[in-house]
């Protein structure tokens, strides 16, 4: 064979192997897949360790002889077809799998906001996807998702997240179902609305300190909020919690250790930096709870300890503690940045909020900006296979009940893609149709307290600021879900001022 037809053959070969490569490297490079991993722990390592492997096996096989590299080209065209036969929406009929693709290495789920609606409409409301390997049969609806929640609440488990091995007994949204409800009772039994109430004036003074100080630090390019913004959630419930004064030097030394343990920010930690931090702040923590027990300031510490005279000694207890600020402060914090950008998005609205000050419209600006963007999807994993509206759910998949698309349900809620907040004029919605902390035994403790905070910085912000956007972009997905641009910028001023 001459020397020419032979070198063809091994680029083409060549080629081949790389070409099969290219959707997962396309993966691998995605900001948004890169984001998703950052609370996974030695994921990004052994991703990149498996893509110089296999760069490296490419090279290899590009100084062997043909007919291993043409075995090997071979061998990767059967594996590429094998994936496209599986990423075909019809995959899996015979066996009852409902529709929809299992593409392995797609991106729209953090690419496109509006995929899993796409989906629905093309498939039904129950349909099943890829995201990065996993198989999902997503389900949109709340009623239905309610429905599923009640008849096979047995067969589902709560899949943690890496942050959970951390906290000796779990964290408590992923805790098996009795200790679950022991923690649950004893926490809910502290995080009362009362506590909530009494609160509002230490919230008012957290919000007052956040936008002075963006006030003070903006200029005519604007500032990012986000970092003020969990500032304020973060010491606001640091402060709650543990029955903190204002300048109390826990506070700080508390503020400086949550970068470190942030569960967005894992993989780019050491485990060993990790814990002692953990461990510092459970140890700050504790302190504080002792302390509680003869001050005078309400705090959940104090409900805790008057409930179990040990709650000090329960490091499963102070993880838990430590983590509901974490998770419930960046949530927060970031509900906070959805409002602001709705608000720039919609200045009718904001102009309202500037000329009443309303509490009740900042609370229905709150709730409509849930409904729209800031909604958790709720994922269990299925332990025995289940049967979904006459589809098959195999053991070991995942099933996601998207809240928020079921948000955008015109049967429920009328114009969905419509910014209204007067929506939430009058009586509540059902639980069947609004469900912006979650579905079944594992909704969140803290609704009352993210509502108050919300609404405590709203308020004063509508009331004695101006701020308009000087810089803005697409959305993008971060760790855990959508979040307005990373350009997003606001200057701001005070009126006082």
């Not at 920010?265 to 060993?272: A, E, F, H, I, Q």
């Not at 602001?340 to 609370?363: F, N, S, V």
């Given at each position: 064979m001459p020397d020419t037809v032979l070198i063809v053959l091994r680029l083409v070969a060549l080629a081949v192997l790389a070409g099969v490569a290219w959707p997962a490297l396309r993966m691998a490079a995605s900001t948004a897949f890169r984001n998703r991993l950052g609370a996974h722990p030695g994921l990004p390592h052994l991703i990149l360790a498996a893509i110089v492997g296999y760069a490296g096996v490419v090279l290899a096989l590009a100084m062997a002889p043909l007919p291993l590299l043409a075995v090997a080209a071979a061998a990767a065209l059967v594996v590429a077809g094998l994936a496209h036969w599986r990423a075909r929406?019809?995959?899996?009929?015979?066996?009852?799998?409902?529709?929809?693709?299992?593409?392995?290495?797609s991106l729209a789920l953090v690419e496109d906001h509006r995929h899993l609606l796409d989906q629905a409409r093309l498939h039904g409301p129950v349909f099943k996807i890829g995201r990065f390997g996993q198989k999902i049969v997503c389900v949109q609806g709340l009623e239905r998702c309610n429905a599923l929640l009640r008849r096979h609440g047995d067969d589902l488990v709560s899949g943690g997240l890496p942050f959970d091995r951390?906290?000796?007994?779990?964290?408590?949204?992923?805790?098996?179902?009795?200790?679950?409800?022991?923690?649950?009772?004893?926490?809910?039994g502290a995080l009362t609305p009362e506590l909530?109430?009494?609160?509002?004036?230490?919230?008012a003074e957290e919000a007052a300190l956040a936008?002075?100080?963006?006030?003070?630090?903006?200029?005519?390019?604007?500032?990012?909020p986000a970092p003020h913004?969990?500032?304020?959630?973060?010491?606001?419930?640091?402060?709650?919690?543990?029955?903190?004064g204002r300048d109390d030097p826990m506070l700080g030394k508390a503020l400086a250790l949550y970068p470190v343990i942030a569960s967005a920010n894992l993989s780019r930690r050491t485990r060993k930096r990790v814990s002692a931090a953990l461990a510092t702040l459970n140890g700050l923590f504790a302190e504080a709870i002792r302390r509680s027990a003869s001050g005078s300031s309400p705090s959940l510490a104090a409900g805790l300890v008057a409930a179990r005279t040990d709650a000090p000694d329960d490091p499963t207890l102070l993880g838990n503690l430590v983590y509901m600020i974490e998770t419930g402060g960046r949530d927060t914090a970031d509900l906070l940045l959805w409002v602001l950008k709705e608000l720039a998005d919609h200045p009718d609205q904001a102009a309202e909020l500037g000329r009443t000050a309303d509490?009740?419209?900042?609370?229905?600006?709150?709730?409509?900006?849930?409904?729209?963007?800031?909604?958790?999807?709720?994922?269990?994993?299925?332990m025995r296979p289940i049967t979904v509206e006459g589809y098959t759910v195999p053991a070991g998949?995942?099933?996601?009940?998207?809240?928020?698309?079921?948000?955008?349900?015109?049967?429920?809620?009328?114009?969905?893609?419509?910014?209204d907040p007067d929506r939430f004029l009058g009586d509540p919605p059902r639980a069947n149709a609004y469900a912006p902390f979650g579905l079944g035994v594992h909704t969140c403790l803290g609704r009352s307290l993210v509502l108050a905070l919300a609404t405590d910085f709203l308020t004063?912000?509508?009331?004695?600021?101006?701020?308009?956007?000087?810089?803005?972009?697409?959305?993008?997905f971060g760790s855990f879900h959508w979040m307005p641009s990373r350009r997003f910028r606001l200057a701001f001023s005070s009126r006082a001022a």
């Amino acid at each position: 064979m001459p020397d020419t037809v032979l070198i063809v053959l091994r680029l083409v070969a060549l080629a081949v192997l790389a070409g099969v490569a290219w959707p997962a490297l396309r993966m691998a490079a995605s900001t948004a897949f890169r984001n998703r991993l950052g609370a996974h722990p030695g994921l990004p390592h052994l991703i990149l360790a498996a893509i110089v492997g296999y760069a490296g096996v490419v090279l290899a096989l590009a100084m062997a002889p043909l007919p291993l590299l043409a075995v090997a080209a071979a061998a990767a065209l059967v594996v590429a077809g094998l994936a496209h036969w599986r990423a075909r929406p019809d995959f899996g009929r015979r066996r009852g799998l409902p529709p929809g693709s299992l593409a392995a290495t797609s991106l729209a789920l953090v690419e496109d906001h509006r995929h899993l609606l796409d989906q629905a409409r093309l498939h039904g409301p129950v349909f099943k996807i890829g995201r990065f390997g996993q198989k999902i049969v997503c389900v949109q609806g709340l009623e239905r998702c309610n429905a599923l929640l009640r008849r096979h609440g047995d067969d589902l488990v709560s899949g943690g997240l890496p942050f959970d091995r951390l906290i000796p007994g779990g964290f408590i949204r992923y805790m098996p179902p009795d200790r679950h409800a022991r923690y649950r009772r004893l926490l809910a039994g502290a995080l009362t609305p009362e506590l909530v109430r009494a609160g509002r004036p230490l919230m008012a003074e957290e919000a007052a300190l956040a936008l002075a100080a963006m006030a003070g630090q903006s200029t005519a390019t604007g500032i990012d909020p986000a970092p003020h913004l969990l500032r304020y959630t973060t010491r606001s419930m640091l402060r709650l919690f543990l029955g903190l004064g204002r300048d109390d030097p826990m506070l700080g030394k508390a503020l400086a250790l949550y970068p470190v343990i942030a569960s967005a920010n894992l993989s780019r930690r050491t485990r060993k930096r990790v814990s002692a931090a953990l461990a510092t702040l459970n140890g700050l923590f504790a302190e504080a709870i002792r302390r509680s027990a003869s001050g005078s300031s309400p705090s959940l510490a104090a409900g805790l300890v008057a409930a179990r005279t040990d709650a000090p000694d329960d490091p499963t207890l102070l993880g838990n503690l430590v983590y509901m600020i974490e998770t419930g402060g960046r949530d927060t914090a970031d509900l906070l940045l959805w409002v602001l950008k709705e608000l720039a998005d919609h200045p009718d609205q904001a102009a309202e909020l500037g000329r009443t000050a309303d509490p009740g419209l900042a609370r229905r600006i709150v709730l409509e900006t849930l409904r729209r963007e800031q909604s958790e999807y709720v994922v269990r994993r299925v332990m025995r296979p289940i049967t979904v509206e006459g589809y098959t759910v195999p053991a070991g998949w995942l099933l996601r009940f998207c809240v928020r698309e079921s948000h955008r349900d015109p049967a429920v809620f009328a114009d969905p893609e419509r910014f209204d907040p007067d929506r939430f004029l009058g009586d509540p919605p059902r639980a069947n149709a609004y469900a912006p902390f979650g579905l079944g035994v594992h909704t969140c403790l803290g609704r009352s307290l993210v509502l108050a905070l919300a609404t405590d910085f709203l308020t004063p912000l509508g009331g004695g600021h101006d701020w308009r956007v000087t810089a803005d972009g697409p959305r993008v997905f971060g760790s855990f879900h959508w979040m307005p641009s990373r350009r997003f910028r606001l200057a701001f001023s005070s009126r006082a001022a």
